[in-house]
């Protein structure tokens, strides 16, 4: 039997409603079976941990992302895969930083949360859990069938540096528009073998830094030289993320070119991630109006989602790479999280 450990972060899946007020709260996940009688039936020993203290995922950050990376890490060789049941908020936020902080995996690493809290009738949350759970433990030959960092919602398991949360409403709430699921849930669990990562031979390293001098600019018809200012000139800051216009446009005024040439040439990392949220990725200077940003040092954040850029930028950063070092790396998959292009 496969050792499965499921960790409990917070969010809307452990909560339960109170008879008396009627208000959701979080119930004790030492009770689980109580709301879960199927997790007994489960080919797989199942351990349960609570990372405390528990957080409605809004309040992620790099701090507890390197906390609940840490916690795996500590237990990586006792285990044959994780389950991280998490808030669905910030999850793929969440997906992308464990990616870069856990490099060399080889075991499944797989977040899942809810729609519904578990103590609801039609919770959305049982079939996550159970499996999620199925997956982690889905070996075959000795070797796991996902060793990386995945994100399993409503019959659909996703690589989670590739996915956003689409849908506050919808049980099917994430999408992964540039790369294909990598297994879907019917009667049987169908795995799109080729797009899976291989397992790493190497030992696994655990990162710890993050620099959050970072920020994101999301352009829009008739931002103003302030307005720009206002994100390019934050004090300290090391890298932007420019949500640009379809595959990587902005407006060509004068005035705009040259706020971002001159916190290039002051040291600042501009990287052009789209606004579209499917459809292909960044190629700068395929239209007139994203030539100058090729030419005054913008870089190509190709079809990476802005969830993977923040957590890859204050991954890099935090290294203590240089800006030519940064600069090289962004384009460049480290955890299948940007096509090669
Ligand atoms: N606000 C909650 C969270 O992200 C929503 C959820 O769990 O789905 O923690």
Redesign the pocket.
Known sequence: MRKILMIYT????GMIRNPQSGALEPFCFDNIYEHLPMLRLIQAEVHIETLSPLI???NANPAFWIRLASFIYERYDAYDGFVILH????MSYTASALCFLLENLSKPVILT???LPLGVMRTDGRENILNSIEIASDYRNGKPMVPEVCLYFENSLYRGNRTYKDNAEHFNAFVSANYPKLAEVGVNIKYNEHYIRKASTEPLILHTRMDDNIAILKLYPGITEQAVWAVLGIPGLRAVIMETYGSGNAPTYPWFISCLRESIENGLIITSVTQCKGGGAVEIGKYETSVSLGQIGVISGGDLTTEAAVSKLMYLIGEGLTNEEVRYWIPKPLRGEISEG
């Not at 917070?10 to 899946?13: A, E, K, L, R, V």
């Not at 808030?87 to 910030?90: E, L, P, R």
């Open positions: 917070g969010g809307t899946i409605d995922s809004s808030g669905t908020d910030t949360g809810s729609q």
